[in-house]
């Protein structure tokens, strides 16, 4: 059977971003008001507070192609009203399956950038690699690395504290933070082409690192600043690459992961079987750090398509007893619960809230983890104090779960609180990999 | 002012024609999903259904994940699919393939399979036919016009559709004989309607109430195979005006809309009650609920809280049914002036820029606002003093306990009681507060006395102690009190008028308007 990701719709990784930042002005072509119906409502409801402009679509309007025109002069209108840095145009899948001639759009209007953004997402697939392509396509509008360079660009939506920190870290070993994408300024990006090294936090921002390489010579270091290894291997890796003192790189790596290891002291998981699922990318560095804190993580399904920066988390996740799941599936993940006893679930909405009816403690990635820092020891701390709680709730779960079961006496896992039911799983779990 | 929503309709007078919301050359904040998300949202609540949405992931989870669990509160509908749409499929191979192997997978275990378009296969011209063959059971293809057709065109020909595939749809025993009383059909709600589950509470609850039953209410609590069994009532009652109608018209029963407010709910009770012959249960009824119901209602009217509703002024942008039956309970039966009213969906539907702009120049400020998330975000971006009240999506809420009904008596007591809660807010925001400390006394009255003359001498203001007020301070001194509702104009303007005289004392000035300026800006809603 043909399987896709179970990904929020791939687009609205890209719309997200670009609608977070201060100085623009975003248009959305939808494919139409149902696509554009959702993702406006879901902006509205937690990315910002800020409006959402769009070409007017019909089969009438795609049909005479007049929605060009308009969009034209939306973006000229748009332009000398709000005189933005930025108009990010994010064309979804019926616009760029039509193919409209962005190149005939102004690239710039007074001081603001028009840049087009493909999202097509059919072929885009995935929410991580809408991430990619909005850096991507921004940073493809700036003039080449400039000679002299230093510092390091981060890239990755981390917590707001994690640049800070990260910067005081390198600062020690010789270098520093030069920038953070994706941020809320056009200027976040614009400071790239003075960074000396890009290093992109979550493992899918590889199309983006590979052409600024290539178009710019900039190089790229894999991992972040996660865990006890990760720390340690990232912060040596940062120090290679820019050919910094290796004693001072040896000593501060040192001092960090000593630092991250007494955090997850603090907080042992030992004898603890987790469940994670994720689309947003960085549910690979969730997992290293129950990993190291004594957890069990069997598989880690993710809505990331594989590429080469994953892979290289996949490895140190295999070797840890971690299988990846690419191209998650609804379908796949709630199979997989059934299989053994968790005693944890971090996943997508739909499998959380079958683990809830198991009565096993559950937490949505996205609200619960990703508005964390997972960096260094402070964030290890932080997000492992959230995942004992979590764990802590068992009870209550339990209590709630064998009220609604059928039998009362015996929590028997069941799917009955929803009508109407779903006859697909178990079809869909035998004919699964899983 | 409009007149009351008569509730009796005949079948010829129920429009049949689909009416759309018009698409416009430009969109900001859209308010309404299209054509795909309207069927989904029909076809998925038949309890026997599973549905197949032919486009790429997003065009289902969208809808079926991320927006229903803000809307319904359901983590996502679980008997939605999609046949995943890769570029291959878009490019090339067209979605056939990728279709029959999902519509496969969702046909077993004999379910009712609805394949419903979406804008990428309607753009490559996808369509079923030719897969009809390949499946077992009879899985029926439905062009939801997805590029054209607003969420309740949709839903409204979805409906229909049923109604006219009824002989197609096969009950698994006996089919359920007719309910030896008079009984009525309940058309809506469907997934995605603001507050439906308060609604079709009331709405049960009236019904049983006359002593009729519920025949079917379709499609929230049918199977697709009970469609026939829409014949079998004595009327049709449609939850919503948006939707429904054209079933209605086509099953050929006595028609009814659900009643909001007081006098369209004793009409409806009483029209209903005729219509089943059942008169007496109705009158009865309505004399009951005189005395239980209503008896909240009736208190609350009698109560000083109806004396601040003329001097309340409320806008409304909801869809026709709550935008006409809100306009008509708030403003003909309670007598809360109505400041601005417009249609959020359909044809009459206003676009967000004239919404704003007549929200932004009302004169006062409407002290209430019920409407979306866009009309929030307008309050809060044009920083209004009104209050929002939540009528229409879009806007994430949860409305799943049943005691939150617009229509029916229950409805009139709780909206009753939501208006007079939000005005006491209002006045709780403007009295005096303790949040800012007592003011210090500085000097003695004697001192207070000598520095007075000081200083209005030195200001060159004059012998008396009256500041004076630049005229440009005077005029957006009165600006900003007119955007202030009624009722705590007086404390405002008493606040104003203190804190600009002391700015001005303490700079040695006259009020100038930059002074009000800064004062207005402290006491903005955040």
Redesign the interface.
Known sequence: ????????????GAVRNLLRMEDAVPIVI?????????????A??YVA?R????????????AKGSMFD?LRA?VIDLAERHRPALIPICSL??SD??GLPFELLPKQIGNTEVVYVPL????V?THARAKDIVVDSLVWRLPPQRKARAGVNLIGEIFPSDPIAIDEVLRRMGTHVNTHVPGPRWNDYVAMVDGALNAPLHPFYSESVKRMKMKQGLPFVEGAPVGVAGTYAWLHAVGEALGLEPSAVARVAAEERDRVRTALDAHRLDGRTFMVAGYEGHEFLLVRLLIEAGASVPFLSTAVNANPLARTEERWLAEHGCTVLYGAN?EDEIGALTARPYDCVIGT??L??HAKELGIPAIYYTNAIATRSLMLAAGAADVLALVEQTLGAKRRYERIARFFAEDEEALVPTYTS???????TE??IA?SAL | MSTPLRPGIAAAELSSDIVNTPIRKRVTDLDHAGGDTGAMQVFAALADANVVLDGPVGCHVMPAVAVVNYTDSIPYLQNVTCSELSEQEVTLAGTLGVLTEKVTAAAAGGRQVFIVSTPVSELIGASWSAGDAAVAGSPLFFDAHALDDDEYAARDRALLFLWQHRDHFVPPGEAEPRKAGPSVNIIGPTYGNFNSYSDLAELKRLVAGIGAEVNLVFPFEASSYDTARLAQADATICLYREYGCSLARELGLPTFFAPIGLEPTTTFLRDLGAALGLQAQADAFIRREKKTTLAAWQDIWRSTHSDFFANAPIAIVAPPTYLEGLRYYLGDELGLPIAFAAARTGPESVPNAEVRRALTEASPSPMLVFGSINERMIIAQEQLPSRFLQCSFPGAVVRRATGTPFVGYAGAVWLLQCVCETLFDVLFANLPTSAEPPVQAQTSTGEALREAVAIVAEAGKGRNSVISWSQEAKELAETTLRRVPFFVRVSVNKKLRAEAEHAARERGSEVDAAIVREIVARYRPR
Do not use: R
Request: hydrophobic content about 35%; aromatic content about 12%.
């Open positions: 059977m043909s399987k896709q990701p179970s990904s929020m719709c791939p687009a609205f939808s494919s139409g008001d149902g696509c554009l119906y959702g993702h406006t409502f879901v509205h409801f507070n409006p959402i402009h769009s070409p007017g679509v019909s089969s009438e309007i795609w308009e939306m899948c019926v399956t039509v097509p997402a059919y072929s697939h609804f909405t739909p959380c809230a929803w009508a109407p039911k779903l006859d697909l079809q869909l004919q």
